[in-house]
């Protein structure tokens, strides 16, 4: 496909990352934030074309993995209403829950399905208008902008039957509290391009400047991965720390201006707790009061509980980029995507997901 | 196409068709290349930086790819 399949040619692969072994000359620790970006470097092996002295840690960019258990739970306990629809994204069907997940909830007879995008969910109600539709609505700010405007839409067409459980998440805070963690070892960010789509750099221009940390908005195919790495690789050498843009085929400084409007106009900023990590201030999206009746935490009058993550997973740590993946004893063996203990094993975007995918065998060999 | 007061377009996935909203980039034209997110395009694609990304990318793949074969053609002595 054009703008694509030229991006994964391995002879150019291979040019980026001897100019980038060419140029180092020291140790540095990276971090890619989206997950879609940890799997194609997990999948093409890009680690493994890189230098011993570059080491790459994955960050918190899973939508899935990050959103409370709490939320999961909630999720879990509308499909129990015998009058509501659960309209999700298939990665969240089996992410656990404190006791279960979507997944057997549906299998118990929950009226539980999945969709690709927001609109689908719209539609069901419009289908149905004796059912309850509540869409599963997480997502970065690349997501946000959809769900605003299916709102607008809902509230356009006067739907009384649909509302969101909406768990946005916002990237820039998170890279803050990494950045502020005693434990924090990452020295240039790869910002995720389509985030950065929507949002445009300058929001990390501030923690660039804050923190003197290269950061480099990156795109998701192999190339453009490895090039971000050899930007940030000739910051670090050169000792700089600004924000640069390798994915200008899709991103500009501002972002998409239309997106950021729908945004605005229907969520507002709150504070979050994301699994893993714990509550991190004004990194959240809620809806706005005008949208009360589209809110499934107000319309079912949802109310928050404590609970628990299994002991065994590491899945906090590995967000936060402390460890890997394969670090964990249970990765492979007691935690699989088909018995998964933590959030990041299921989703299409987990970093215990991709390398279950692409490495394992080279993990249970060593093992 | 309108929809419910959307502008819909369809985009074809490598051989998969699909219809997805253009509200968020009413600048969308036949023929142009968009990024779809869960049903929405959210951007359309600057086929001009693609391209000046890509060649950049050729320059240092090439630069290296000479290197290499320099390397595979010199012998160990």
Redesign the interface.
Known sequence: MKYIDEYRDPQLARGIAAQIARRVTRPWVLMEICGGQTHTLVRYGIDELLPPQIRLVHGPGCPVCVTPLETIDKAIALAGHSDVTLVSYGDMLRVPGSRTDLFHAKADGADVRVVYSPLAALRIAVQQPGRKVVFFAIGFETTAPAHALTVQQAAREKLHNFSLLASHVLVPPAIRVLLESPRNRVQGFIAPGHVCTVMGWREYEVLAKDFRVPIVVGGFEPADLLEAIRMLVVQLEEGRAEVENQYARSVNRFGNLIAQRAMQEVFEVCDRKWRGIGPISGSGLRLRREFAAFDAEKVFALEDAEVQEPPECISAEVLQGLKAPTECPAFATRCSPENPLGAPMVSSEGACAAYFLYRRHDVLCAK | MEE???RMGRVQ??GISSLV?L????EAQPGD?V?V????A??R???E??E???R???E??????E??DVLKTSSVE
Do not use: K, Q
């Not at chain 2, 997110?37 to 929405?40: A, I």
């Not at chain 2, 240092?60 to 790819?65: D, F, P, S, V």
């Open positions: 419910n007061g959307s996935f490598g909203s509200d968020l980039v009413p290349f990024l997110h869960v049903g929405y959210i951007s694609l600057d086929t930086e693609a000046r990304t890509f950049l990318l050729e240092i793949g090439l630069l290296e790819a290197g290499l």
